[in-house]
């Protein structure tokens, strides 16, 4: 019977004046609305559809309101059958609201649509909203998922349902075959382990307070994705227009340590013989670098070790720094006193844990990792707070409690300060003596590395995904300024097609000065995780939107990471000795990625993609001064395919 009233008032009154209508008691009304349906006269039932079609401010358009009003600039899409009124919202904005609108960003596939959108919040901070279709657009954004879950970054997700009624009983109920096949027994759950929030909006009364609750959840604190659906029904719903206070709707803000916590870990830092920190994301937040380095200018002899690479959490050239390396340095085995800075796998307890007796204190955004079933790494003790608010308190209490103890162990520390500084300077005696620079000496990481650095101007910004060649790549490069290198941080490969040119258009929007000119975004990928992620998708999306990115594409033809991980298991195995084709690691004959870049972005008609193949330093060194030009100056495109 609830099908009854909105009849009566609204479907009924809103066609009396183009068709009769019968005047007698509602159970004949009714069945002449029914006569309306699919399956009776085509006339009535043209009239019924004509009543549902969308006209006003509609749900859908309510939502794209709201991602505006949040924040939201951009919404990287794709879209399908559940979005009719996804699409009349977006052109009703572009039309009427011209300034006030997000920019659409249309992406043939979902893993470049999610990427674009991490690596835009990883730089602005801010997340950006990806639209996709029902189950199938949601299971195509794949590892994107993962990448910003276990990566810690903030995006909206925002998918369709299928509609719920079957012959027309409200607008947007089913129209087309597939809206039977798509109809999943919880689409939410799909993504529900990876996300900070997932929910549906069942009616368009309370849309925006969705929308708002969704990124409260995205911008707190472990950061992550927050997933939104929909059916057609409600996204076709109108509604009175309304606003939230944005006042209202901010995120969980930031915590400190505790009082007595400060001086506990301070003091033992200071009393150490061989104190360390760990940290793996704390560079996130560009501020914090900065205090880290005053944190270890107080500690003369301090270490600090970088586990993940996904930025620059400090930096590489001062002599407290042991660069990066994926958890397993050697620098672990002799501290007595360490501090874990929002940092997942501070070491591999089968390859180089800790002393036993050595004291431990863990300070994250996400101390017990959450979401990893298995994470037994030992702590004296854990607290949830952000880097940047813990490390102004550690250098506060350093500074102004301690002034007496630090000069009575100012011998000591001037002492470790030497070492450090020796020590320091021999590494990077040994990294400068890696790259064999001749004109016509063939490519490896190392003097790929070198030519980057000295080649490429220093307000580039690397946006890395080179995986088992990372480490070596981030000693030649050594990053010191905050932002200039951008890791997934995550596993999920074919991450960075999408997340550089995300990572350009955010520094487009935040760039004071209105030069023209775009900053120099450079990815660095291997071969194997550039064919991961549809890079016809993410080339076509750069010409397309003219996001000039220069990419660097390390062709050693394979996956070498498989073969890594399964001689640490065989060491003397099968595997150790047998062919790329015989462990199924080979992309080899390998495909011409210089020729595909310049195909998908429209070939010699639009000439705005450059592709080329380069085999040693001098054909390496002469792209790179060619693409300062061209990317840099011009913004067009440019990808280099160096043969490894």
Known sequence: MSFVKPLNRAVVGSVASTARVPQSSWKSRLSWAKSCLPGHSGQQRSHFR??????????????????????ITACFVNVGSDHPSILEAIVKGKRERRNAWPRMITCPSEITAISMADGYARVSGRPQAVVVHVDVGTLALGQGVHNASVGRVPVLIFAGLVPYTESGELPGSRTEYNHWLQDTPDQKG????????????RTGLNVKQMIGRAL??????????????????????EIQPYKLEQDQWGPIGPSALPGNVVGKIAEALVWA???????????RDHRTPKVLVELADLIPGIRVHDTAGSDVCFPFSDIASEGFRLSTDECTRDADVI????????????????PKNAKIYHVDSDPLNQLMPVSFFPAHGRWKAESFTALTQLVNYITHEMAGILEFMSPVHASRGDDRRRLHQARLAEIASQPRLGDNESLNTNNMGYLLKAHLPSSTTFVVEAVTSAQLLHDQLQPDRPGSW??????????????????????DD?????????ELVCQVVGDGSFMCAAPSSALWVASKYQIPILTVVLNNGGWKAPRNSAKLVYPDGVSHVASDD????SIRPSPNYSALAEAAAGGDETGWMKGVRVRTVKELSQALEYANGRVAEDGKGMLIEVLM
């Open 339 to 354: 501090l874990l800075l929002d940092c997942d796998v501070p070491w591999i307890p089968s390859v180089n844990p800790p």
């Open 510 to 518: 935040m760039r004071q000065d209105d030069d023209g000119k775009p």
């Open 486 to 507: 951008i890791n997934c941080g995550a596993t999920g490969i074919g991450w960075s097609n999408g997340a550089a040119m995300g990572v350009q258009m955010a520094l």
């Open 50 to 71: 004509d009543h549902f079609s969308a006209t006003g401010y509609t749900a859908a358009f309510a939502l794209f309101e709201a991602l505006w009003e949040a924040g």
């Open 190 to 201: 799909l993504l529900r382990q990876y996300c900070r929030y997932t929910a549906e909006v």
């Open 582 to 585: 015989e462990i199924n690691c």
């Open 273 to 283: 013989e061989r104190p360390l920190i760990i940290t793996g994301y704390s560079g």
């Open 216 to 237: 409260q959840f995205a911008n707190s604190t472990p950061k992550g994705p927050s997933y939104l659906a929909c059916a057609r029904e409600v996204l076709a719903q």
